[in-house]
């Protein structure tokens, strides 16, 4: 059993930064995968990035093509814990963000996770 919880998030003005925080507990997540997601109002959850262990001291990491150059995923082991760090937002990222953890044979699907933060409102405004 895998619990996450999550931190960060908030409003921030269009252009701004925010860091969101996914801690665990009950299991070392050194190799687990580990994705964000992210649902909007009236929208269906949509995978943002991902990072799953590729070898010693190694990692792979995918973001949505709509993040990619902006959002950077990350993780401290010593922590056991994964960072979304969020740079020059757009009122489009407006959503609640959610971690995921499991084992997923296709990370980018919501439904191949099976462990849930509780989720965290990003809010992009002026």
């Known amino acids: 059993q895998v619990t996450l919880v999550m931190s960060g998030g908030g409003l921030v003005q269009p252009g701004g930064s925010l860091r969101v925080s996914c801690a665990a507990s009950g299991r070392t997540i050194t190799s687990s995968p580990m994705g964000w997601f992210r649902q909007a109002p009236g929208k269906e959850r949509e995978f943002v990035a991902r990072i799953t262990w590729s070898g010693p001291a190694a990692y792979y990491t995918e973001y949505a093509d709509s993040v990619k150059g902006r959002f950077t995923i990350s993780r401290d082991n010593a922590r056991n814990t994964v960072y979304l760090q969020m740079n020059s937002l757009k009122p489009e990222d407006t959503a609640v963000y959610y971690c995921?953890?499991?084992?997923?044979?296709?990370?980018?699907?919501?439904?191949?996770?099976?462990?849930w933060g509780q989720g965290t409102q990003v809010t992009v405004s002026s």
């Open positions: 995921a953890t499991g084992s997923p044979r296709q990370p980018t699907i919501p439904s191949e996770y099976t462990y």
